[in-house]
């Protein structure tokens, strides 16, 4: 272990010493530490001095066994992977930290390796085998690709059978309240099957992303249409501020108008009285659509976690149950494209949700 350091010479004097006597054997004990840290990690650890391997920890050893003494030997003999030599090349000649997710072929173990410069021109490797934690991730998306796509069948039918008996029911009555709840109820499920639908399709490698110049006027306008009867509904107003007319973005239209759907249908869900304000503003090198609204607004500690899947506020805050998944979608369909998505929110002022992407490049009349 001696080896993973590089001891510098000492410089003396002829005068006498002013040095701490303790000092050495401090520095003796941490290097102890740090050795017994380094031998129990999960994470392989290697040096690496320019393309040789100078030392790696047991971890290392039993995700690159390919040599049974590593120490000496050229970083590619060892992990017999040239994507990771690769790497290494990259940040000793950038001088700056690398990362990758990497698959073994002989072993198909999945790494996630990082390549760390250091300041003496020595580098260290960093491996982590996530080959469960992908598994788990396939076996996830899968499941819910198939709990969406069998529910969905017997929730027609469910809906089906609602809508034929409130159409032989009187108009008022008992049994119509209750055939409305199992309609409003089987609506609801929907949703949370259409997005977990959508969950999958994100989740899936290779989405379609179009990258085109589309009107943000139009695009917010569109909305407050769509949206005027059920805020009306609500005795909600719901408007449109554009504070520069005939701004454009550069993104996917039908993405970006699926996730402020989702945005506006949050905001007329939880607020209970006052105003939904869709604005739209332009800046030199991008556009920023945002959602207002004068509702209960979110606490501090909830206010980070509201883009995670099926994270839900307080129920304290009213408004209908939702599923926890229409911001972490909205959130995925902006970045996507490229574009960032915030939050602000005072806590009895209302919340405000910005979508923020590039702009189209002003053209000279």
């Known amino acids: 272990m001696a080896r993973f350091w590089r001891r510098r010479p000492s410089v003396s004097s002829g005068g006498p010493s002013t040095g701490d006597p303790e000092a050495p054997v401090e520095v003796a004990e941490s290097r102890r530490m740090l050795a017994g840290i380094l031998e129990h990690v999960e994470e392989g650890v290697l040096l690496l001095n320019g393309t040789r391997v100078r030392w790696l920890n047991p971890a290392?050893?039993?995700?690159?066994?390919?040599?049974?003494?590593?120490?000496?030997?050229?970083?590619?003999?060892?992990?017999?992977?040239?994507?990771?030599?690769?790497?290494?090349?990259?940040a000793r000649e950038s001088r700056l930290e690398q990362a990758a997710e990497v698959e073994l072929p002989i072993s198909g173990r999945i790494l996630q390796v990082r390549a760390v410069p250091l300041h003496d021109g020595d580098l260290i490797l960093l491996a982590r085998d996530i080959t469960r934690l992908r598994y788990l991730e396939t076996v996830r998306q899968q499941f819910v690709a198939n709990l969406s796509h069998e529910i969905r069948t017997p929730l027609a039918?469910?809906?089906?059978?609602?809508?034929?008996?409130?159409a032989e029911l009187p108009a008022d009555g008992d049994m119509r309240l209750f055939i409305d709840r199992i309609t409003q109820e089987a609506g609801r499920l929907a949703d949370i099957v259409f997005n977990l639908n959508q969950l999958a399709a994100l989740d899936a490698e290779g989405i379609a992303v179009e990258r085109l110049p589309f009107s943000v006027d139009d695009l917010v306008r569109a909305l407050v249409d769509r949206y005027q009867a059920r805020a009306a509904a609500g005795q909600l107003v719901l408007r449109a501020d554009i504070a520069t007319a005939g701004s454009t973005a550069v993104g996917d239209r039908a993405k970006t108008d699926q996730a402020l759907q989702n945005i506006v249908d949050n905001a007329l869900k939880f607020t209970g009285s006052g105003e939904v304000v869709i604005s739209a503003s332009a800046e030199l090198s991008r556009v920023e659509i945002a959602v207002r609204d004068t509702g209960p607004g979110i606490p501090g500690r909830d206010l980070a976690r509201i883009f995670e899947r099926f994270y839900k506020v307080d129920r304290s805050?009213?408004?209908?149950?939702?599923?926890?998944?229409?911001?972490?979608?909205?959130?995925?369909?902006?970045?996507?494209?490229?574009?960032?998505?915030?939050?602000?929110?005072?806590?009895?002022?209302?919340?405000?949700?910005?979508?923020?992407?590039?702009?189209?490049?002003?053209?000279?009349?």
């Open 60 to 90: 290392a050893r039993l995700m690159f066994p390919a040599l049974k003494q590593p120490v000496g030997r050229l970083l590619v003999e060892v992990v017999r992977e040239h994507r990771i030599d690769g790497l290494a090349l990259r």
């Open 157 to 166: 039918g469910l809906d089906l059978a609602a809508q034929t008996l409130s």
């Open 317 to 365: 805050r009213g408004g209908q149950p939702g599923s926890g998944l229409g911001l972490s979608i909205a959130r995925h369909l902006v970045e996507l494209q490229g574009g960032t998505i915030l939050a602000e929110s005072i806590p009895g002022a209302g919340t405000v949700i910005r979508v923020r992407l590039p702009r189209a490049p002003l053209t000279s009349p």
